[in-house]
């Protein structure tokens, strides 16, 4: 199944974090003169037409002209960010980390059919035996027990996606390097990326 714009799934970049372990909000991180949530984006564009960041700093984002939204329950992780992306999408959602730029797009087609043709309420890989929440795909099915486990301060995402058995994708013959989960938490992870001559710009 090729990807289109009529695929009923909707783009979510969750840049809700305080980045405290960055000088920086780590969205914004210069990678090849592109700043990080730039390069996410300009990928996902090509597939999803509907797709809005999720925020708790709107302000650091204005400039992109993308939709913003944010979350309803402030600073709980991911599964808020999915939480409020869920209650304003349209359709399910597929969550993507803003410091995750290099999602490959075989990735993004594979867990798309599989969620779409499948039965599971979350869709996510799994790499070298690891699961990944993000990037992943979650229903809008979701949004009850989510609000239930942020209100009662559970955010453990890895155990809500064994509680829920969420779909794994094992991807590894998709994305050898692991590039679409290479993270960017630190100043130290760019230099590391950097330093091993590693790209996701085309």
Do not use: W
């Amino acid at each position: 199944m090729p990807l289109s714009s009529k695929l009923p799934i909707s783009a979510a970049i969750l840049a809700g974090g305080k980045s405290s372990r960055m000088k920086i909000p780590k969205c914004l991180i210069a990678l090849e003169n592109k700043r990080l949530i730039e390069i996410l984006i300009s990928n996902v564009k090509k597939i999803f037409d509907e797709i809005f960041i999720v925020t708790n700093f709107p302000e650091l984002y204005f400039y992109n002209g993308m939709p913003l939204i944010g979350d309803i329950y402030p600073f709980k992780g991911p599964m808020a960010g999915i939480h409020a992306a869920l209650k304003n999408s349209e359709y399910d959602v597929f969550a993507f980390a803003c410091d995750m730029p290099c999602v490959k797009k075989e990735i993004i087609q594979v867990l798309s059919e599989k969620h779409i043709t499948g039965t599971s309420a979350a869709t996510v890989a799994s790499l070298n035996n690891k699961i990944y929440p993000l990037p992943g795909i979650y229903s809008k099915k979701l949004i009850n027990e989510l609000q239930r486990l942020l209100i009662e301060d559970k955010v453990s995402i890895k155990r809500f996606l064994d509680d829920i058995n969420a779909q794994i994708i094992d991807v590894a013959n998709l994305d050898k390097e692991g590039l679409s989960f290479i993270n960017i938490n630190t100043e130290e992870d760019l230099k590391i990326f950097k330093n091993g001559g590693k790209t996701c710009l085309d």
